[in-house]
C-alpha cells in the first residue's frame, strides 16, 4: 500500500488523491463525574509548619492506579482501582508563600467499553480531574481541607494508525514584509540602548 502516492502536492484542485497514514490517540470510551459542593482531605507529602494559614490549591494531575478489569458481556467491563489526584497547595507561614504537594485517593467502580476485540491495540485508561476550589483550610501537620466543585472524567485510550484522505502535504505561501508604520520600532536591537 502506497501511504503517499506521488504528485500529492497539496493542491485542492486536485481532488483527494493521497492517503495518509496519521498516529493519533483514540478515544473507545469514558464517562464523567460531577460533584457539587464536595470536601476532601488531601495529604501532603512535606509537613506544614503550625499556625500555617490555607492560600490556594489547585488540580496537577490524576492517575488510575492499580486497577484491575473483569468483562461483564455486552462488550462492557468493570473496571476497578484507585485515582490518585494529585494538587499543588500553598500556605503561608512565618510571612512567606510555600507550595507543597498534596494527593486524594479515592476507590473507583465503574462499566468502561475496553478494546478487546482488537489484540494489537494496548489502551490505557486515562483521568482528567478539574475542580474550582472555593475554599481550604489547614486541618494538621499533613492534612489540608478543600471544597469546591470537581469534575471527573474517565476515558480509555488507546494510540492507533487511521487511514485518511488527504490533498497532500501543506503548502504555504511565502512570508511577507508589514508594511505599518512604527512597526520597526517594537523591537529594540541591541544598538537602541541609552549610554
Known amino acids: ?62 492517575e488510575f492506579e492499580g486497577f484491575s478489569v473483569t468483562s461483564c458481556g455486552d462488550g462492557c467491563s468493570r473496571v476497578v482501582g484507585e485515582i490518585v489526584t494529585t494538587f499543588a497547595v500553598t500556605y503561608s507561614a512565618n510571612g512567606q508563600l510555600t507550595t507543597v504537594q498534596a494527593t486524594y485517593r479515592e476507590n473507583k467502580d465503574v462499566l468502561l467499553r475496553l478494546p478487546f476485540n482488537n ?14 476550589i472555593a475554599g481550604g483550610a489547614i486541618i494538621g ?4 481541607s478543600i471544597s469546591g466543585c470537581r469534575i471527573q472524567i474517565i476515558k480509555v485510550t488507546a494510540p492507533v494508525d487511521i487511514l485518511v484522505p ?30
Do not use: W
Request: glycine share 10%.
Open 166 to 195: 488527504t490533498y497532500g502535504y501543506c503548502q504555504y505561501p511565502p512570508c511577507t514584509g508589514c508594511a505599518c508604520p512604527g512597526v520597526d520600532n517594537i523591537f529594540p536591537t541591541f544598538g537602541d540602548e541609552e549610554t
Open 1 to 62: 500500500m502506497a501511504v503517499v502516492k506521488a504528485g500529492c502536492g497539496g493542491n485542492f484542485q486536485d481532488g483527494l488523491r493521497c492517503r495518509m497514514v496519521i498516529e493519533v490517540k483514540r478515544v473507545f470510551d469514558g464517562c464523567a463525574t460531577t460533584d457539587e459542593n464536595i470536601t476532601l482531605t488531601l495529604t501532603t507529602v512535606n509537613q506544614i509548619p503550625q499556625g500555617a494559614e490555607f492560600v490556594s490549591a489547585r488540580v496537577i494531575g490524576s
Open 119 to 132: 489484540t494489537a491495540v494496548t489502551f490505557s485508561i486515562e483521568v482528567q480531574t478539574n475542580m474550582n
Open 141 to 144: 501537620t499533613n492534612a489540608v
